[in-house]
């Protein structure tokens, strides 16, 4: 349903809106109004959502290659540094708000980096985490903030890059000497095609990663007495095996079948999280987490401007990819992508460099801080 409305709403496409937000989201709003006419109350089993989400996750550490992160050069490395700075602050910043409004910082955290450079997905998945420690309302928080997020970053992404431009005078050029060696086809593996063996060895890649990791996380609870998600572990230990594999060349990674893992996985998983949210709790926090979600748009505004813009070089380069950090800091990278393309077009000049870096610190690299600070910080607060 999420599929075929999105093809039809031109809006909806604009946005970047994924369709499982869009076919779950429905489906929970149908719930809430049979539930508010007392018509009927309507709960899900969710256990195969865990299993999703940590193979979802799985598949994120899989692209943690740190040969891909040395050959992006000094740009890439600058670029995922601010990257990592951001989620780090949007978190921090969020659970400081929450308190000052005199609601849980856990909530503030589930309107920063979990949901803001985290997305639908991060947002389901510690929403999901935070109520287990007992933290009510996490879940429909985080994912109310991912969606403000998606039509801000969306909206604000152009004005900004074209903004910076006019008042810096930036002559419309790029850089044609990219620091890097064609960083896509080191992450695709030079594979074009997916058959059933190619298949079948990355499904089984994964599911071995995925037992590991949720032994290892288990373990390291039971140990500390530290919540580590299983799929945080699923995630540590794929990035390792990724890593070795790339110094031992033990098997080839056809990143098509990975990349097709991680979307029905994804997909499965943020349908069944939408589908599952309890809208009628949103009332008790939505004026704090609108001040917040405010707060943290300004916030990452004002940074773009007057840092990451200046640590970019201040040239078009800088501002086409500030406008894809303005997409993937309040959205996702889809919303980047469309950022930079609506700004590329509109000066006629296409810029490589930006089209290679940002989706690759945005979508996959800036999870290896991320992640784990999300994790610290709602056990500290919890």
């Given at each position: 349903m999420g599929v075929h409305l999105k093809k039809r709403i031109e809006w909806l496409q604009r946005f970047c809106i994924p369709s499982p937000v869009i076919g779950?989201?429905?489906?929970?709003?149908?719930?809430?109004?049979?539930?508010?006419?007392d018509l009927a109350e309507i709960s899900f089993d969710t256990s195969l959502q865990t299993f999703l989400m940590v193979a979802f996750f799985t598949t994120v550490g899989i692209d943690g290659s740190f040969r891909v992160l040395k050959s992006g050069g000094r740009l890439l490395i600058t670029y995922l540094l601010i990257c990592w700075t951001l989620v780090i602050f949007q978190d921090t910043f969020g659970a400081g708000l929450a308190h000052l409004l005199g609601i849980d910082p856990v909530i503030g955290i589930m309107a920063g980096g979990v949901s803001l450079t985290g997305g639908h997905g991060g947002a389901a998945a510690f929403g999901s985490m935070a109520e287990g420690l007992g933290v009510q309302s996490a879940t429909v928080a985080a994912i109310a903030a991912a969606t403000f997020g998606l039509i801000s970053g969306s909206l604000l992404g152009g004005p900004i890059a074209s903004y910076l431009i006019k008042k810096h005078k930036v002559t419309i050029q790029s850089e044609e000497n990219v620091?890097?060696?064609?960083?896509?086809?080191?992450?695709?593996?030079?594979?074009?095609?997916?058959?059933?063996?190619?298949?079948?060895?990355?499904?089984?890649?994964?599911?071995?990663?995925?037992?590991v990791g949720q032994f290892a996380s288990a373990q390291f609870t039971k140990a500390t007495g530290f919540s580590l998600p299983s799929y945080v572990g699923a995630m540590i230990i794929a990035i390792i095996v990724?890593?070795?594999?790339?110094?031992?060349?033990?098997?080839?990674?056809?990143?098509?079948?990975?990349?097709?893992?991680?979307?029905?996985?994804?997909?499965?998983?943020?349908?069944?999280?939408?589908?599952?949210?309890?809208?009628?709790?949103?009332?008790?926090?939505?004026?704090?987490?609108?001040i917040i979600l405010l707060a943290q748009t300004v916030a990452i505004i004002l940074f773009i401007v007057f840092v990451v813009f200046r640590l970019l070089g201040k040239n078009y380069d800088a501002a086409v990819m500030c406008s894809g950090m303005m997409g993937h800091g309040l959205g996702a990278t889809p919303n980047a992508?469309?950022?930079?393309?609506?700004?590329?077009?509109?000066?006629?000049?296409?810029?490589?460099?930006?089209?290679?870096?940002?989706?690759?610190?945005?979508?996959?690299?800036?999870?290896?801080?991320?992640?784990?600070?999300h994790t610290w910080l709602i056990n500290m607060l919890s």
């Open positions: 779950g989201f429905l489906v929970s709003l149908l719930i809430w109004g049979l539930k508010s006419f620091e890097n060696v064609k960083v896509e086809e080191k992450l695709a593996g030079k594979i074009d095609s997916i058959d059933a063996h190619a298949f079948l060895k990355m499904l089984a890649l994964i599911l071995g990663v995925m037992v990724r890593n070795i594999n790339d110094q031992a060349e033990i098997v080839r990674i056809n990143q098509k079948s990975i990349n097709l893992i991680s979307d029905v996985s994804l997909g499965l998983f943020l349908t069944m999280a939408m589908m599952s949210l309890k809208i009628w709790e949103l009332k008790v926090i939505a004026l704090p987490l609108f992508m469309a950022n930079m393309s609506s700004v590329c077009e509109r000066y006629k000049h296409v810029s490589m460099k930006a089209f290679m870096i940002v989706p690759l610190s945005g979508a996959v690299l800036i999870d290896l801080v991320g992640i784990p600070y």
